[in-house]
């Protein structure tokens, strides 16, 4: 069963950037298909960006409002996934969390629901 971390929130100025980690352990990120959701206060949680690789190819899905802004990537060999911001707004702030899709057979979920393992969350703030 793997065990994920996230770390880096904080708060930040509208138009400035922050850089999220997540960190697993007990189980090989390369066997899933990773995501970043996040719940603003009072809405639900929200897809935010997912990557999954296989063989020589990586695949990125990203939520409209986040596009150009977000990237995702993954290092297999720190077994961690990271969640570049740039360009943050304020409707941006919310927990963003982690999440490992076990379930991935060529196409990516968008729905927590979907996603077997989840870390803690960390928070980010973007002030206007």
């Known amino acids: 069963q793997v065990q994920l971390v996230e770390s880096g929130g904080g708060l930040v100025q509208a138009g400035g950037s922050l850089r999220l980690s997540c960190a697993a352990s007990g189980g090989t990120i390369s066997n899933y298909a990773m995501g970043w959701f996040r719940q603003a206060p009072v809405k639900e949680r929200e897809f935010v960006a997912a990557i999954n690789w296989s063989g020589r190819t990586t695949y990125y899905a990203y939520a409209d409002s986040v596009k150009g802004r977000f990237t995702i990537s993954r290092d297999n060999a720190r077994n961690t996934v990271y969640l570049q911001m740039n360009r943050l707004k304020p409707e941006d702030t919310a927990v963003y969390y982690c999440?490992?899709?076990?379930?991935?057979?060529?196409?990516?979920?968008?729905?927590?629901?979907?996603?077997?393992?989840w870390g803690q969350g960390t928070q980010v703030t973007v002030s206007s």
């Open positions: 999440a490992a899709d076990s379930g991935y057979r060529g196409r990516f979920h968008y729905t927590p629901a979907a996603y077997s393992y």
